[in-house]
Nanobody, 115 residues
Framework: QVQLVESGGGLVQPGGSLRLSCTASGDLFSTSNMAWYRQAPGKQRELVARISPGGTTTYADSVKGRFTISRDNAKNTVYLQIDSLKPEDTAVYYC?????????WGQGTQVTVSS
């Protein structure tokens, strides 16, 4: 069983930055793809960014150039650096470890962008 624990969310002004962290328990992290999703009020959960065990990254078009996903396999942690935040980035951000069976999910961390 894997537990994913996110941190780093908060209230930030437009144009600001945040770094989200997600730490995984167990020994699957270093060989697993990892991803960040987000869910805004009244909207479906959407994929934001994904990173392979070796560090290959993909991003949603809406966040390219502003979001950076990275990982530290020694710390079992994946990060999401969010720059140039916009009000439309307001959402709960979830860490995800995809599996062949049910995925593992974190509890989510709230990011609110408002002046």
């Amino acid at each position: 069983q894997v537990q994913l624990v996110e941190s780093g969310g908060g209230l930030v002004q437009p144009g600001g930055s945040l770094r989200l962290s997600c730490t995984a328990s167990g020994d699957l992290f270093s060989t697993s793809n990892m991803a960040w999703y987000r869910q805004a009020p009244g909207k479906q959960r959407e994929l934001v960014a994904r990173i392979s065990p070796g560090g290959t990254t993909t991003y949603a078009d809406s966040v390219k150039g502003r979001f950076t996903i990275s990982r530290d396999n020694a710390k079992n942690t994946v990060y999401l650096q969010i720059d140039s935040l916009k009000p439309e980035d307001t959402a709960v951000y979830y860490c995800n470890m995809p599996r062949v069976g049910p995925d593992y999910w974190g509890q989510g961390t709230q990011v609110t962008v408002s002046s």
